[in-house]
Every structure is written in structure tokens, then in C-alpha cells.
């Protein structure tokens, strides 16, 4: 979910070094490539449990941050506590964008919320810019918390968009998170696409959980995210033949199966992209 928010101008100037939180022995800072494993970490730690995660390397989050032409090494802002841990970062373009939070789960997360916002708008403002748009999981009370404590709000936040690169591995992986809702002894699953991207199959399957009937459901790209993401009910999809499920015995099966498929609090993607 992407917000925009006005920022009230109240910060000038930016980082001089370390700087001193608003507790004893916190300091907010930049990082550097020393600090790289340690955020790794601390991204894998604060989204493990969030829809279509999958674990980030050092090579990633420098591909993914530090390679882009607008933030480089003096966008990503580390706050540590007293004890010189790493609590939480914040990813910063100077296009005006705020990429990416991510706080420590055992920290305490609007405080640091706040402080980690608070530097961004420095970057930011001391930088020209004047409006922001922040990405932030949508369903984080700490973050919303923050972000009211520091001013914002009035504009209604941005759904995005989302284009899987590998759907297959999308579908399958949010299926074995969410095998709680699947309907019990399920056989295999198998999804044809009716106008797959060049990188995506036209069929794929999961794999069966139990030894039956092959049940099989055929749908769009776009129809499938819309499921997934929550926008389209599997019923509503069904009924307007957006979805197709066979053999038509199996309709109640392959709607629990859907169901299953929607994503949970779903803010990161490492396998698709935001259109």
C-alpha cells in the first residue's frame, strides 16, 4: 500500500553523524556496508509473517536499495538502541519516496516508527522535496500510529497493483503458509491461465495433499491477483465465470481453495513487482 502524505515543514538540515533519540542511547544514523547482514536479518525477523514473503539476502537489498539511482548508501537510516543494536531502518529516494520500513518485533515499534520518520522528512525536506509517498504495511497499528503522531493523514492511501514474476511460486507458497484453510484432504490442484505473461506457464499445479480426484480451476492473471489480494471474491468470481472450476462437483472445494489463496496482511512481494 502506498500512502502520500504533505509533510508539515518543522525539520530542517539532516544526519551529522550519529544523532541522539529522543530515549537515552538511541541513535539514528546512516548506514553503511557493514550494516548490510544485520538489516537482512532484521527484514527476514519483521515480515516473516506477512503474505508472499520470501527471505531477502545481502545481495538483494543491495540490488534492490543501494543500486537504485535515487537512494544509494545515504538513503537507508539505521536507529540502534544502547546496546548499539540495529532496531529498525527506513529507505529513502530522493524522489520522494519512502521504500521500505522495517522494525525490530521485540523493539518498542512506534517509537521507533516515529523516530525513523522523522529522519526521512529531514532527508526529504532538506532535499526540496515536498511531498511524500511512503510504503508501509497496511494493516501495521504501530506505523499508523506513527505516522498520525507525526502529522500525516487527511489523503487516502494508493492500492497498488501487483504483477507476479513467478506465479506459479507465488501461488504455491501462499497455499503452504495458509494450509490451515484449505479444505481437508485435498487432492491436487492444478490452474490454468487463459492469458499467461511470457514467463508464466499456462498450467501449473500444486501439489496434493491427499491421494484424489484432479480438481482444477481456470482463470485470468489479473483475475487470480484480484483474488489473491482481495479486491474479487472467489464467489463473485465464480458466478461471473471469471473463475472456472471442474468438475463442477468439486465448486465448493475449488472456493475454499481461493479462499486460501488470499493474501494475509499483504504488503511485500519479493516475486512480483508494483504496476
Known sequence: MAKVYQPQERFSGGLEGHRQGDRVGVTVHRADDTHLPVLVDLFNSAFAGYGGFAERSVEDFRWRHL???????????????????VIGYVVVGTSGTIWEFAIDPDSDRREVASLLIAEAERHLIGRGIDEIVLHAPVDDLDMSAALRMAG?????????????????????????????????????????????????PERFSVPARANLPFLTISTSVEDLIEVMVGSLSPGRAAVGRRVRITPVSKTATGLKVLNALRLRNPFFFTLADVI
Open 67 to 85: 543500486d537504485r539511482p535515487d537512494v544509494g548508501t545515504e538513503g537507508v537510516i539505521v536507529v540502534e538502541d544502547a546496546r548499539q543494536r
Open 152 to 200: 500525516y493523514g487527511g489523503r487516502p492511501a494508493i492500492q497498488q497493483f501487483l504483477s507476479f514474476l513467478d506465479l506459479p511460486g507465488v501461488v504455491e507458497r501462499v497455499l503452504v503458509k495458509h494450509e490451515d484453510a484449505w479444505p481437508s484432504g485435498l487432492g491436487p490442484v492444478e490452474f490454468v491461465i487463459k492469458n499467461p505473461r511470457p514467463w508464466h
